[in-house]
């Protein structure tokens, strides 16, 4: 089947999978739809006065227990931590982390610690170097703290409204508050680990370590959606009521991806698909698609 051929690839699927519609069994059957991005920010590998947040690899003290070897019902339940003593204790928060540092390796520097935390929340992205190269980091690890908006944190504090809890305006409220700034940013406990992958023109992996494509993978709470699937998506652009339908494949995953009518749209690489990014927080609905004739997969 060609790669252009719109009509073979809508006869494929008619033919070939069954849409489930997928509805949460205490809500209606739409939910958010967000967006992320790959972003690039400016780092160096050494340390200095300009550049002085580092982006951590995974601690060597960082343990990771699967429930799934003792009950097979908690098969996508990990819990991190550490040891004290004799005991398991849970990993240190991200401002345990950003007071007292972690055994690991620092992979850069970079000079805005504002975006090193959206580093995060994206879970991948290039980093500039000073010395003119680049380099891409990928999810490697996550301290095992849920993840808390830092939108909604501002929301409840009244230092921002609704309206104004996009990537940019919390951006441009980070910039004028630099006192209050390490205090909200610490609101999320939740902190992302890195791994250094190779850098190519392919977009960063996912989940499934498959390159992302733009405009067409979906992150998923994978309790719900099995990666790897199609999934076809209803909502409408950022900050429009223009429709965007299409379908999409469930490649990744995010800690604040969590609900059956829940996903993330991957608009790309850089600034442009951030601006996408960051407004995007619309309403839609997901249909999975799966093959005829096979019986649907059970949630976990």
Known sequence: MPPDDEAAARRFFESSFVPYALVSSDGPDNGLITGYYEPVIDGSRTQSGEYRYPIFGVP????????????????????????????????????????????????????????????????SGQVRLDSGERIRVGFADQNGHPYRSLGRYLIDRGELPLEQTSMQGIKTWAAANPAKLQEALNANPSYVFFREVPTSTDGPPGALGIPLTPGYSLAVDRRFVPLGAPVYLATTYPLSEDRLERMMAAQDTGGAIRGVVRADFYWGTGAEAGALAGRMRQQGRLWLMWPRGEPPPRSD
């Open 60 to 123: 060597e003290d960082l343990i990771t227990v699967d429930l799934a070897a003792t009950n097979p019902d908690l098969r996508n339940l990990r819990l991190r931590g550490r040891i004290d003593g004799r005991r398991l204790v849970p990993y240190l928060s991200r401002g345990e982390i950003e007071a007292r540092g972690v055994p690991a390796q620092v992979i850069a520097w970079t000079n805005d610690p504002v975006e090193l935390f959206f580093l995060q929340v994206q879970g």
